[in-house]
T-cell receptor
């Protein structure tokens, strides 16, 4: 089944403790992206990647890092999480040029 | 700057009715428009993708139309069911912008049994 898989689904952590949210897709898509969703603010892009070893900032990249060492994986790294990063996170992938997006099931992160 | 607006923010209709959800965008230079469904706290499920050259797409009881020149899209749901209750989001991908899609804030739909 074609899908984007995120792990974990739920995560509670403490301020400052580094964490990684994994994202993997099995569709050989070139494009991958991370979004966060917050009430009243909608979906905002954090980082994206057009291909292996090519990453770029989205609208709200502060406090996040990503890497794209292989095509299928695009982990989101929070080196020193803070409470304002409490949110619902989504990974997405797609294949240019006329692609739609496929989203993962989401990761609900709580930073206390 | 592209802005995507969905009105109303919330809608309640009795089961069995046909309904229309609206999406408008400010810049008609788009590559495609995609409708998603999101259940509370869950992921986004793609419903329909309309390329800029298309006028509509259909999937089961769903029909999405696109009028690029007027900056509008509608999602038509026929014979609504309680299981259709969810938030519906539209998103556009702009021409020459491969980096992201721009979302509306969604319409929260509640089908009354």
């Amino acid at each position: 089944e074609a899908q984007v898989t995120q792990n974990p689904r739920y995560l509670i952590t403490v301020t400052g403790k580094k964490l990684t949210v994994t994202c993997s897709q099995n569709m050989n898509h070139e494009y991958m992206s991370w979004y966060r969703q917050d009430p009243g603010l909608g979906l905002r892009q954090i980082y994206y990647s057009m291909n292996v070893e090519v990453t770029d900032k989205g609208d709200v990249p502060e406090g996040y890092k990503v890497s794209r060492k292989e095509k299928r994986n695009f982990p989101l790294i929070l080196e020193s999480p803070s409470p304002n990063q409490t949110s619902l996170y989504f990974c997405a992938s797609g294949q240019p040029p006329d692609y739609g997006y496929t989203f993962g099931s989401g990761t609900r992160l709580t930073v206390v | 700057k592209q802005e995507v607006t969905q009105i109303p923010a919330a809608l309640s209709v009795p089961e069995g009715e046909n309904l229309v959800l609206n999406c408008s965008f400010t810049d008609s230079a788009i590559y495609n428009l995609q409708w998603f469904r999101q259940d509370p706290g869950k992921g986004l499920t793609s419903l329909l993708l309309i390329q800029s050259s298309q006028r509509e797409q259909t999937s089961g009881r769903l029909n999405a139309s696109l009028d690029k020149s007027s900056g509008r899209s509608t999602l038509y749901i026929a014979a609504s069911q309680p299981g259709d209750s969810a938030t519906y989001l539209c998103a556009v991908r702009e021409l020459n912008r491969d980096d992201k899609i721009i979302f509306g804030k969604g319409t929260r739909l509640h089908i009354l049994p």
